[in-house]
């Protein structure tokens, strides 16, 4: 069997739900796959699934769009590709709490955020303030990335990037109330997080594998449409202790609304890709002219 190294870019959540199906149900085992999972907490984050995969630690990473760019433009390049997308709708906000009374986005002037220390991240955020009237004026702080959402709802700091169908469905049974901004309403046209990459080398050295590997995970992810029980079954498992009071069905609810139909998951639209890009060169967040193809696989879903 091919053995394959996945490294995730959370610890285990509703996102990552359809490799863990894969697994436990057989699919990659009926493809000759034998796969094993990173997270990041078992390093606290100190190295990303993209470095992972630059330093030939893992094969597969998850990550959001930016990150197949940053390694393209970076001192010293290396070429990532991206695969196949988890979401065709952006499921992901920023969010703060309603208790701090910053009822839009122009009003984070001179409020603190959480950053995950994304290379585009800031600029971005900074954007959709400026585009709902404001300044940009963002007190920035980077805090250990996976205690970053506990710093929001602590009140350490007033906003954060969060995903609506982990993190949200979270604050929801607590009780939490959260104002929510998402990208596509204040102009910004954000692409596809997580989106699962590999590096071109490797697409290229073993491309039957890569085939398979989309495949068998594209159909954990298809399970989950209608046997959603048996997938947070097997999800639940895998998620962490201090995660394990959060409605996993209700999560899964959220996310196949942002999957698509079963038959277009994992699709990445490269129309969609493009207008990203153009984004970010036309708003001087990324010097770099590129296009779709540059940074997604002609293997891929698309």
């Keep these: 069997m091919k053995k394959i190294k996945l490294a995730l870019d959370w610890t285990p959540n509703i996102n990552h739900i359809g490799f863990f199906v894969a697994k436990e149900k ?38 959001p769009t ?30 703060t709490l309603k208790s701090n009374n910053i009822l839009r986005p122009k009003y984070l002037d001179g409020r603190s955020y959480a950053s995950y220390k994304a290379r585009y991240e800031d600029k971005i955020v900074k954007k959709m303030i400026i585009n709902d009237g404001g300044i940009g004026n963002l007190k920035i702080f980077y805090p250990k990335r996976l205690g970053i959402w506990n710093t929001l709802i602590e009140s350490k700091y007033d906003s954060t990037w969060i995903f609506i169908n982990w993190e949200g469905v979270e604050a929801s049974k607590k009780n939490i109330d959260l104002e929510l901004y998402k990208m596509s309403d204040f102009g910004i046209p954000y692409s596809y997080s997580p989106i699962l990459f590999s590096s071109s080398d490797y697409i290229n050295n073993n491309s039957n594998t890569v085939k398979k590997f989309i495949e068998s995970s594209r159909k954990g992810y298809t399970y989950c449409y209608e046997n959603m029980d048996e997938a947070v079954s097997i999800l639940n498992k895998f998620v ?24 277009n998951f994992g699709k990445i639209d490269l129309k969609k890709i493009d207008i990203f890009l153009k984004w970010l060169k036309d708003n001087n967040i990324e010097n770099n002219s590129f296009i779709a193809n540059d940074i997604i696989s002609n293997i891929g879903i698309h």
Aim: hydrophobic fraction near 40%; glycine fraction near 6%; charge should be negative.
């Design 26 to 63: 057989g699919f990659y085992k009926e493809n000759d796959l034998k796969v094993e999972f990173s997270t990041p907490d078992l390093d606290d984050y100190l190295i990303t699934p993209a470095k992972k995969v630059e330093m030939n630690i893992s094969d597969f990473g998850l990550c």
């Design 66 to 95: 930016e990150s197949l760019i940053s390694f393209r433009t970076k001192k010293n390049p290396f070429i990532l590709k991206g695969l196949m997308t988890i979401f065709q709708e952006d499921v992901s906000a920023i969010a």
């Design 240 to 263: 962490p202790i201090t995660d394990k009071g959060i409605d996993l069905i209700e999560c899964l609810k959220i996310s196949i609304d942002h999957f698509g139909s079963k038959e």
